[in-house]
């Protein structure tokens, strides 16, 4: 069915038919052990239309049951056929793009061309890591003619993913790939906001030839599922998206087993703007850095440091841009969709109410809205707040909204200690059309990925993780199978 038939689907029924609504679990949905059911809602609408499992201790012991008994295998199963799995589960996503992204802009709020867009990065990340699979390889040691000495890197076991509710399938899909390329078996457990699209990918993995347990999808709230999971004794693997709060307690109740984490924490990453950038670039890479998603991503370009001798004519274009952007329900292709859940909305509309108290100036948006064809909804115009101190909440805290915070510096120097002025280290972004000034900043800032002329460069193929407060480990590229295999060292003495 194609994305018009979809949304009229929607539109005129309030649902769509044949969203799944079970765990998946050993190769099949089913109903929590405990019978309970909750509601995900639309955003773009604030009413619920769907109802899912919730999940407690229990589900999360039947799913990790059967991924450690499935593990044995699918370990050993040769690399080339995972690798081949994986590429046939990439060319199912593509088939089924128009209902996933559809389903993903519904349940998460976001437009549907961004849910498009990470549709397809979903199915290049399962061909990207089906090609790796078989790329997984040891080392040899020179020992001496007396002996052979070598390593093999086996798959870490039984891991556990936990998704946030921002980008349910991609962000499923980057940590997802990588651990079964590398022979480990998932149980995952998606937001309780966007449960979705996690277990429409489980179910797209078996029907590629993923054998049952392999892969197993969990959902309920964190404290009933996702606590039971990251604590589980049999998981030998975390990984986690999420804010700082939480990910402390993941890394502490996974530290109680021994467990390895990648901790992906969020940010408040700064675009770097000189006075010699191409301006008109630069605005372009401002405005995708800050209001795609409406602001919810994590490496979001949440802080403007913008060099004087601009600051004034850089602000002004961005904040007509801002003013003109649309608004509307995801599923309408606006440029800006909604935010995530009431209480989020609460949340961003706060930081804004408080920095006006401050008497920080305002330089677009600073309002909640309004589907305009609706009057429903949890939106947020778009925002800039202008030339704010360093220390203030809304420059030092993540909003994860569409607020754009400006900081007004006078050279490179200042700018690269402005860019550094936050307990996070995620990702920034410099404009300048000085090569060796571009690549003194990107050695100086302290974040775990750099953008040069384009904010959001790269792709799959690029590491990516934080310092600081922003987390640890890498996800993406071929720096993340490094997570889900350990090392086996043997030496042999053969004469």
């Known amino acids: 069915m194609s994305s018009e038939a979809l949304v009229g689907e929607y539109f005129s029924k309030g649902t769509l038919s044949a969203l799944p609504s079970g765990h998946f679990i050993d190769g099949v949905f089913v109903d929590a052990t405990g019978g309970r ?7 773009g609408s604030a009413r619920a239309f769907h109802t899912f499992a919730a999940g407690d201790g229990n589900d999360v012991d039947r799913a990790v049951a059967a991924a450690r008994k499935a593990q044995r295998d699918w370990g050993r199963t040769k690399a080339g056929v995972r690798g081949a799995i994986l590429f046939r589960a990439a060319q199912i996503i593509r088939a089924e793009a128009a209902r996933l992204a559809v389903v993903e802009s519904l349940d998460s709020g976001k437009a549907l061309q961004e849910a498009e867009g990470d549709v397809a990065g979903a199915a290049r990340c399962f061909e990207y890591y089906a090609g790796a699979a078989d790329k997984i390889q040891g080392d040899t040691f020179p020992l001496g003619t007396d002996y052979i000495g070598y390593s093999i890197e086996e798959p870490v076991g039984v891991t556990a993913h936990i998704i946030p509710w921002n980008y349910p399938l991609s962000t499923a899909a980057r940590s997802i790939a990588p651990a079964l390329a590398a022979g480990c078996t ?13 277990l429409m990918l489980a179910d797209i993995l078996f029907r590629a030839g993923l054998p049952a347990g392999v892969c197993n999808v969990v959902t309920g709230t964190g404290a009933e599922a996702g606590g039971p999971l990251v604590s589980h004794p049999d998981v030998r693997h975390v990984t986690f998206t999420g804010s ?3 990910g402390i307690r993941v890394m502490q109740s996974a530290a109680a087993n021994v467990t390895s984490v990648v901790l992906e924490l969020g940010g408040k990453s700064p675009v770097i703007v000189m006075a010699d950038a191409d301006l008109d670039a630069a605005i372009e890479g401002v405005l995708g850095a800050i209001y795609e998603n409406a602001g919810q991503i994590c490496s979001a370009g949440s802080r403007l440091v913008v060099e004087r001798k601009v600051h004034a004519e850089l602000v002004e274009r961005i904040a007509a841009r801002a003013n003109g952007l649309k608004l509307g329900h995801g599923l309408r292709r606006p440029q800006v969709g909604a935010l995530n859940s009431a209480a989020h909305l609460n949340k961003v ?4 109410e408080g920095a006006r108290e401050r008497g920080v100036a305002i330089a677009a948006g600073g309002q909640r809205a309004v589907d305009p064809e609706s009057g429903t909804g949890w939106f947020f115009q778009p925002t800039i707040l202008d030339a704010v101190q360093a220390d203030d909440p809304v420059i030092q805290e993540e909003i994860f909204g ?25 990702v920034a972004g410099i404009y300048t059309r000085d090569f060796g000034r571009a690549h003194r900043m990107a050695r100086d800032i302290e974040a775990g990925q750099i953008y040069i002329n384009e904010y959001f460069a790269g792709g799959i193929e690029v590491p990516f993780g934080g310092s600081k407060l922003s987390g640890f480990g890498r996800e993406k590229g071929l720096e993340a199978l490094r997570s889900y295999t350990r090392t086996k060292s043997l030496a042999a003495k053969i004469s």
């Open 37 to 43: 059911g909750m509601e995900t809602f639309d955003p």
């Open 186 to 198: 998932v149980v995952a457990k998606p937001a309780e906001q966007t449960p979705l699209t996690a």
């Open 244 to 246: 700082v709060p939480t």
């Open 349 to 352: 509309a706060g930081y804004v």
């Open 402 to 426: 569409p607020v754009l915070s400006v900081q007004v510096v006078e050279g490179e120097e200042e700018a690269v200690a402005i860019a550094n002025g936050t307990d996070f280290g995620l």
